[in-house]
């Protein structure tokens, strides 16, 4: 009786899982397929146009093309700008948002407002912001006697840079609302003890905050990394790729070859290669966390 009904609940669960299944499938697992495929062809997107195979002819494109090269240093920057700025930024202003103060909803607003709002119209703002001699910025640093006759965005030198900077300024108020939440479920007798124990503010972070947001940081350092191989329409909006290749990335790589240049494969390879990166962003990240969640059990175990 046992098994019979194991069985029936096994079908059962089969077939309410199976709309869903479908759904995904065609969403998800046939376009990934298929942009796997069609990675190893040279072909120009015209639905009735041959298919060349090209072997791995694509993939060495990618890693010869110049552009290319470009793209995955820019990627860096972005990565680095990420750890570096976006990340204790967001925890900052988690910390401030946790507590009770007056004007705390729209302090949470101000700051979460550049998620809500369109990326392309924030590109379209900051090139406004950072346009050469009538621009706030670069008028504010003419003032100031800082530098004369200033291009951000039209300077190979800064033009990643400053792409790093809105990126920042878009990203902080969605990784601020993550950590606030993690904050937020954090036990308050453990922070009552330790006030109880004379613990000073940056033990507390360092010794009781930060290990028990580990959860939460995992995932917004996974976020923040692959998040910069999904910047499009905001490079897009500020310089389109320029000047020369100074702001290719990725994402814009990819549009320029499927879309300017007809080169779908190589479009599609790009894609692949994205979605490995990523992978392996994840799989590294998800390692280094469980490495030092595993010392920190040995030193327990050493200490008792």
């Known amino acids: ?47 009735d146009s041959p298919k060349i195979f090209v072997k791995f002819a694509n993939y060495q494109s990618f890693f010869t093309d110049y552009a290319a090269e470009y793209a995955m240093k820019n990627i860096g920057i972005l ?3 990420g750890l570096l700025c976006t990340i204790p930024i967001a925890f900052f202003l988690a910390t401030v948002i946790n507590k009770t103060f007056r004007g705390k909803r729209i302090f949470r607003v101000f700051y979460f407002m550049p998620v809500l709002v369109n990326r392309v119209a924030i590109g379209l703002m900051f090139t406004f912001i950072f346009f ?33 900077f809105v990126h920042v300024w878009c990203d902080v108020g969605f990784q601020m609302i993550i950590l606030s939440s993690g904050m937020a479920s954090l036990p308050d007798d453990v922070f009552e003890a330790a006030m109880l124990d004379g613990v000073t503010p ?3 972070l360092r010794y ?7 959860g939460t940081l995992k995932i917004c350092v996974i976020l923040v990394l692959t998040g910069s191989f ?20 990725p994402s814009t790589l990819l549009y320029t070859a499927a879309f300017s240049q007809s080169k779908f494969g190589y479009a599609n390879a790009i894609a692949v290669m994205t979605v490995l990166f990523c ?17 920190r059990v040995k030193r327990r175990g050493g200490n008792s």
Request: hydrophobic fraction near 50%.
């Open 279 to 295: 992978m392996c962003i994840t799989v590294v990240v998800n390692f280094i966390f469980k490495e030092k969640d595993e010392k």
């Open 132 to 164: 050469p001699e009538i621009g706030p910025v670069p008028v504010l640093l003419e003032q100031l006697h800082i530098a004369e006759n200033v291009n951000l965005l039209g300077n190979v030198n800064t033009a990643m840079f400053t792409v790093a």
């Open 1 to 47: 009786m046992k098994l019979r009904k194991r069985k029936k609940n096994s079908v059962e669960a089969i077939l309410l899982s199976m709309p869903a299944l479908i759904v995904y499938s065609c969403v998800i697992i046939y376009p990934i397929l298929s942009m796997f495929v069609t990675s190893f062809y040279e072909w120009n997107g015209v639905p």
């Open 208 to 214: 009781i905050t930060l290990p028990m947001m580990k």
């Open 79 to 81: 990565m680095a700008a």
């Open 230 to 249: 999904k910047v499009f329409d905001l490079v897009m909006a500020l310089t389109a790729g320029g000047p020369g290749n100074a702001t290719q990335l």
């Open 202 to 204: 940056w033990q507390k």
